[in-house]
Nanobody
């Protein structure tokens, strides 16, 4: 059974930094694109950043220049370094991954349980 487990959320002041981690565990054939999404209260879930298995990245305009996504393929882990945090970054952050469980199965979409990030003074 594949699981995505996030860590690193918390409460920080505006202008501060946080680093989120998400580790994929379980038996899988291939771990493809990984990414982070977020959902603020009363809003739809939105893309924050994604990274392919070969390291190509994509960011939401609202976080460009402040957030950096990276991954360690040996550890099946994706990271999100968040700097210059703003109150509007407050949300539950979810890890996402495209995973093929076996060579004979198509890619499935997997989600972590979410981690709360709160930016407040």
């Amino acid at each position: 059974q594949v699981r995505l487990v996030e860590s690193g959320g918390g409460l920080v002041q505006p202008g501060g930094s946080l680093r989120l981690s998400c580790a994929a565990s379980g038996t899988m054939y291939r771990l493809n694109s990984m990414g982070w999404y977020r959902q603020a209260p009363g809003k739809q879930r939105e893309l924050v950043a994604t990274i392919t298995s070969d390291g190509s990245t994509n960011y939401a305009d609202s976080v460009k220049g402040r957030f950096t996504i990276s991954r360690d393929n040996a550890k099946n882990t994706v990271y999100l370094q968040m700097n210059s945090l703003k109150p509007e970054d407050t949300a539950v952050y979810y890890c996402n991954a495209g995973i093929r469980l076996r060579i004979t199965t198509p890619q499935g979409d997997y989600w972590g349980q979410g981690t709360q990030v709160t930016i407040s003074s």
